[in-house]
């Protein structure tokens, strides 16, 4: 492989957010009269688009009512932004470090909306590492639809044999797949190791520096 350019996903495979976005939905069904679900069914819709997460576990919803949830959550974590930056997983920042090094270029493709991306990139002072911010907001087709991969290759001028996409969910390795890149599977997030191995993840890794391995 010769990998020029690598995307990852951001909620649980850069960033350990499940906490803070399981909070969040659960705030959002309370708020909202709706039967608080547990954390394990929260965090399986990470990867979704916001709406789609809500339509998911309340699948008596309408589109529009669905909406209505995932703008309470805007909402709602935006009012408490200060509390909800999450923390880098593991080597995640010295494994990105590297890569830059070596001239490998980076971006994020991800479900949530670009102006809580941007956000987190500066906060976390990842700036000089990340080109490129895909938010869910910036694309019509989600995960695992190609989109989101397609519009960084085309801005970045990249090829999808160039190119690694990187996540811990299904969607992540599905749009990869869709795309024509290469895909690497994180086990740390919010998907089994089985789940990932079943969508046909090129790697499986159960730490962000055995990344390194084979770029």
Not at 1 to 19: C, E, K, P, S, W
Not at 35 to 40: F, G, Q, R, W
Not at 133 to 146: F, M, Q, R
Request: with cysteine.
């Amino acid at each position: 492989m010769n990998i020029r350019l690598v995307i990852f996903d951001f909620d649980g495979t850069m960033a350990d957010t499940r906490q803070n976005i399981v909070r969040v939905m659960q705030m959002v069904m309370r708020q909202l009269g709706l039967p608080v679900a547990d954390e394990e069914t929260c965090a399986s819709t990470i990867g979704l688009p916001l709406k789609d997460c809500f339509l998911h576990i309340y699948p008596q919803l309408s589109d529009a009512e669905g909406e209505h949830c995932a703008e309470t959550y805007r909402q709602l974590f935006f009012a408490n932004a200060k509390d909800f930056v999450p923390d880098l997983f593991p080597h995640v920042r010295e494994t990105m470090e590297l890569l830059h090094t070596k001239g490998i270029r980076m971006a994020i493709a991800s479900s949530r909306t670009s102006a809580s991306l941007h956000g987190f990139v500066r906060e976390m002072n990842l700036s000089d590492l990340v080109e490129m911010v895909v938010g869910s907001d910036e694309v019509l087709a989600h995960k695992p639809d190609p989109e989101p991969v397609y519009a960084i290759l085309k801005t970045l001028n990249f090829t999808a044999e160039e190119t690694m996409v990187v996540g811990d969910m299904p969607v992540d390795i599905l749009m990869g797949t869709a795309a024509g890149t290469h895909t690497c599977a994180v086990t740390y997030g919010n998907a089994s190791e089985e789940a990932l191995k079943a969508c046909g993840s090129d790697f499986v890794i159960h730490d962000m520096a055995e990344l390194l391995n084979f770029l």
